[in-house]
T-cell receptor, first 113, second 113 residues
Framework: AQSVTQPDIHITVSEGASLELRCNYS??????LFWYVQSPGQGLQLLLK??????LVQGIKGFEAEFKRSQSSFNLRKPSVHWSDAAEYFC???????????FGKGTTLSVSS | DVKVTQSSRYLVKRTGEKVFLECVQD?????MFWYRQDPGLGLRLIYF???????EKGDIPEGYSVSREKKERFSLILESASTNQTSMYLC????????????FGPGTRLTVT
């Protein structure tokens, strides 16, 4: 069965420092992968997605993610974090049926000044 | 822009009450979803619908039912609310046959006392 693992429950990064959030997936075929961000009390916003082609994908707010099939990973990165990036981040993969997403449990990002 | 709206941001109900959570999307999406979000558990799929009057159980359907009489509207029903249904409820929609990216509403925080 498909699954998504986000190994880090909580990460704290200094403002201006680089960020990498880890995501590992389990899926039999080429996956469709997503990163979402959730600010406190809000719904989820799509940051970026990978379907095929270039394994480095660019998203909104300066985020990027790299798909590595050999490692079953889709890590999210940002070169310089801003205080407004503090939020919860979810990695997701589309399920076998092609409709519902399977989410990781999320990583909470705190930004220190 | 895709817009998914939910009828209430905050809701307080009593144990045993019948509760209706409404979700409306304006992008003519075929697929609609209801998730429940709890700290440390991430998002868990309750039900989804891929067409009017069609529904499929997700991972945690017990204690819930759904209704989709019109394409744009998907309702989640708690037949007899219980305290363990206190949670954040998120609605989402997506295109049928697309790669699966979902668009989320702002969420309803339900408290059952």
């Amino acid at each position: 069965a498909q699954s998504v693992t986000q190994p880090d429950i909580h990460i704290t990064v200094s403002e201006g420092a680089s960020l990498e959030l880890r995501c590992n997936y389990s899926y039999g075929a080429t996956p469709y992968l997503f990163w979402y961000v959730q600010s406190p009390g809000q719904g989820l916003q799509l940051l970026l997605k990978y379907f095929s082609g270039d394994t480095l994908v660019q998203g909104i707010k300066g985020f990027e993610a790299e798909f590595k099939r050999s490692q079953s990973s889709f890590n999210l990165r940002k070169p310089s974090v801003h205080w407004s990036d503090a939020a919860e981040y979810f990695c997701a993969v589309i399920g076998q049926a092609g409709t519902a997403l399977i989410f990781g449990k999320g990583t909470t990002l705190s930004v220190s000044s | 822009d895709v817009k998914v709206t939910q009828s209430s941001r905050y809701l307080v109900k009593r144990t045993g009450e019948k509760v209706f959570l409404e979700c409306v999307q304006d992008m003519d999406h075929e697929n609609m979803f209801w998730y429940r979000q709890d700290p440390g558990l991430g998002l868990r799929l309750i039900y989804f619908s891929y067409d009017v009057k069609m529904k499929e159980k997700g991972d945690i359907p017990e204690g819930y039912s759904v209704s989709r009489e019109k394409k744009e509207r998907f309702s989640l029903i708690l037949e007899s609310a219980s305290t363990n249904q206190t949670s954040m409820y998120l609605c989402a929609s997506s295109l049928r046959g697309g790669p699966g990216e979902q668009y989320f509403g702002p969420g309803t925080r339900l408290t059952v006392t």
